[in-house]
């Protein structure tokens, strides 16, 4: 496993942007797909965007496609989460996590096949 730590966000009005960022530790961090879900205050955890273990690979939740942006930085160990155009639902707990699984669209997009979980950071937007 590797230990993860979110940083970036913040409380922003909707239509500006956001960079989440995932450090991780361990030197296999190259070896993980890795994941961004988020939780909302009396919902279920859901997914946000997956990028495969070398970063050629992304997968978006439909309602982030064409704002969100997943990318990684294997020789930083980390990876990122651009966010344009907010709204106000996009208001949650962002949570990033790695997993050693098959980049399948099924398969990223369940939080149970991931191994690791950050402890989470807030993200606010106002109208």
């Known amino acids: 496993q590797v230990q993860l730590v979110e940083s970036g966000g913040g409380v922003v009005q909707a239509g500006d942007s956001l960079r989440l960022s995932c450090a991780a530790s361990?030197?296999?961090?190259?070896?993980?797909?890795m994941g961004w879900f988020r939780q909302a205050p009396g919902k279920e955890r859901e997914f946000v965007a997956a990028?495969?273990?070398?970063?050629?690979?992304?997968n978006y939740a439909d309602s982030v496609k064409g704002r969100f942006t997943i990318s990684r930085d294997n020789a930083k160990n980390t990876v990122y989460l651009q966010m344009n155009s907010l709204k106000p639902e996009d208001t949650a707990v962002y949570y990033c996590?790695?997993?050693?699984?098959?980049?399948?669209?099924?398969?990223?997009?369940?939080?149970?096949?991931?191994?690791?979980w950050g402890q989470g950071t807030q993200v606010t937007v106002s109208s």
């Open positions: 361990g030197r296999t961090f190259s070896t993980y797909a």
């Open positions: 996590a790695a997993g050693r699984l098959g980049f399948r669209g099924v398969v990223v997009t369940t939080p149970l096949n991931y191994d690791s």
């Open positions: 990028v495969s273990a070398t970063g050629l690979l992304t």
